[in-house]
């Protein structure tokens, strides 16, 4: 039984999955937006969101734990609390909106855009 199974597999492994997300939140701090399936996007908005709240107090340990988080990728995580977080300092949450689209035309997956507010 799946009780209290929350998350999402996507066909990969734990480590697949990890760099995936990481991956995903990498795009998505550089660009400001980015286009995927709709799976991901829900899956990704937690994730990212826990790295904002952690990156609006800048602390050393915060940032070796983004650092780490976002594969030792320093010019990203300098964006994240030196741009990105400085935005949401009186906001306690809802950094990321998840806009719908139409299905993808390959295979009709649900697609989605993953934007900050």
Known sequence: MRHHNNKRKFGRDNGQRKMLLSS???NLIVRGKIKTTEAKAKELRPYIEKMVTR???DTVANRRV???RLSNRKRE???LF???APKYVDQ???Y???LKMGPRKSDSA???IIEFV
Request: hydrophobic letters at 55%; aromatic letters at 0%.
């Open 82 to 84: 030196e741009v990105i």
């Open 92 to 94: 306690a949450g809802g």
């Open 77 to 79: 995580t300098k964006k």
């Open 55 to 57: 990156a609006k107090s």
């Open 24 to 26: 995903l939140a990498l």
């Open 66 to 68: 983004l650092v780490a």
């Open 110 to 112: 649900k697609m989605a």
């Open 96 to 98: 990321t909106r998840i």
